[in-house]
């Protein structure tokens, strides 16, 4: 007589980080982390960082993460930095890019978003107006920088 059992899930129910997002999902699929790998358009070595959490992708990165889990697994954006951080991941865009985009140098955008210089009214106008743009409206911004 042979007894068989079913093995224990090797992944958390309830992911809190991208890496456990990432596993909980290719488990579900049963995919092997080299087909997840080509899926996303990465590097098995990559994609094996990600999901043990040694590394995470960059903005310009997370838009094919995101069509494979099928959701953003951030937690919501609060600060208006997060804000902008979630839009870059979402659009694919670089920091350069947003800058340029905006008319501004990264160093400028950076200290507006980090509180060493007050935003005025005009620019903080802009930026808001970036980050409610539709994504396919900012397609253009992959052509700068």
Do not use: C
């Amino acid at each position: 007589m042979t007894l068989k059992s079913l093995r224990p899930k090797d992944y958390s129910e309830d992911p809190k980080t991208l890496g456990e997002h990432l596993k909980k999902r290719r488990r579900e699929l049963g995919l092997l982390q080299r087909e997840t790998a080509t899926q996303i358009g990465i590097l098995t070595e990559t994609y094996a960082n990600w999901e043990n959490g040694h590394t995470e992708p960059v903005a310009s990165q997370f838009r094919p993460v995101m069509a494979f889990l099928g959701y953003d697994p951030t937690p919501e954006p609060k600060t208006l930095a997060e804000r902008l951080e979630a839009k870059r991941r979402a659009t694919g865009v670089t920091f350069g890019q947003v800058a340029e985009h905006l008319g501004w140098d990264e160093g400028t955008l950076t200290r507006y978003l980090n509180g060493a210089w007050r935003i005025s009214p005009d620019r903080r106008e802009a930026l808001e107006a970036f980050l409610g743009a539709e994504d396919a409206v900012l397609a253009g911004l992959h052509s700068l920088g």
